[in-house]
Each structure stands twice: as structure tokens, then as C-alpha cells.
């Protein structure tokens, strides 16, 4: 059973550049998470989507960011012209629907984003 | 006022000991659940093992084991016989409510473990 999948693992960006980072779910989970980890800091909750629906948005900025979770293919998040503080590494998770056994979040590897 | 706080930034250990590593929290929700995840020098993050607030008995998972004191409102993650392959960093992390609209991992800053041969 293949874990959640992130891609690319690293991307290197020059300022006013769009970035976009996907996420494939593990399989059989619906619900998917991205969080940020900015330098030797803890993980912060950005957004949380089910297919099609952007359930919860309010830990992602207000401008130049944006998430997807298409009925087919991979989650997105978007980030138009990045700026160095957008230097982070960004994870998604993934979780069964509600109500199933186990509500527990499992990660992807992560991209790491350089803005140069 | 932080939610999650892990108040040990670096602790060490010799191989094959057992070292506790510090987390408490703070929520007024009696339903919540607390989890621990481990994040090797690689960056990826590995779940550990969870506890819910209402599980009767302490968490368990091989050579990992989570002392829950709820009076106390703490989650320490006992690692048992550590092996050089425990250096990493460590995160205690909460979400408040059981299922349905709660969902947000809460995450404290991090334990960085270092296991001496």
C-alpha cells in the first residue's frame, strides 16, 4: 500500500515565480492536509481538503497561495509569485473519511522549497 | 498561550537505554487526540503513536510507549532500548475533537534526540 506521495521533493524558484507542489492521498483516503514547516519550527496547519471541496482554508496567507483537490489526480497547492519567506518545506498528509477506524494523519516526504 | 509544548530542544541518550521525551498541552475540549512524530535527518515525518483523551490505558507500539496523565495534561513518549537509528527530531502534536469539523494537527516545536553509541 503505497504511502502519500509528494512531488517534487525539492524545488528551487527565483522570486515571481509560481510554485506548485503536488500530492497523491494514500489510497482509499479522502481527505488530505497540507501544513509548512518553516526552519527549526514545528509543522502549522495551512488547509484541509476532501475531492472537489476546500473544507477549512485558514492557515494559508491571504494572497499568492491557493489549494485544489481535483476529483481526478493529484492535490495541488499554488504559490504564484514566491517571495523568500515562502522558503519551507511543505507536507501533505492524509486521513480516511470520517468515521472510519483510525483518524490518524500520515505524512508525505515533503517538498522543500527554495526561493532564491 | 502555546497548545502544545515540548520544553526539552536537544536531549541525549546511550544505545540501548531509555530516554522519556516531554510534552504537555492545553485544551478546554474534553475529546481530543495526541500524537507523536518522528522526523529523521532525511525530513520526512513518520507517525509514532496515538492516545486518545478518552483510552483507559497508556498507548503502546513496540518499543515506543506514550505515559498519559491527563490530570496533569501531559503526553510523554517513552522510547525503550534506543538505537543509534532514534537520532531525529521528535514532535508531540494535538487535535482538538474527535472527528466530523476537527481535523487541525496542532504541533510543539520539536525534541531533537541524539542516541550515542
Redesign the interface.
Known sequence: NAGVMQNPRHLVRRRGQEARLRCSPMKGHSHVYWYRQLPEEGLKFMVYLQKENIIDESGMPKERFSAEFPKEGPSILRIQQVVRGDSAAYFCASSPPVGQSSDTQYFGPGTRLTVL | AQK?TQTQPGMFVQEKEAVTLDCTYDTSDPSY?L?W?KQPS??????LI?QGSYDQQNATEGRYSLNFQKARKSANLVISASQLGDSAMY?C?M?EG????N????????TLLTVNP
Open positions: 502544545i487526540g500524537f512524530y532525511s525530513g520526512e515525518m513518520i507517525f496515538y514532535f502534536a487535535r474527535l472527528g466530523g469539523s481535523y487541525k494537527l496542532t504541533f510543539g516545536k520539536g
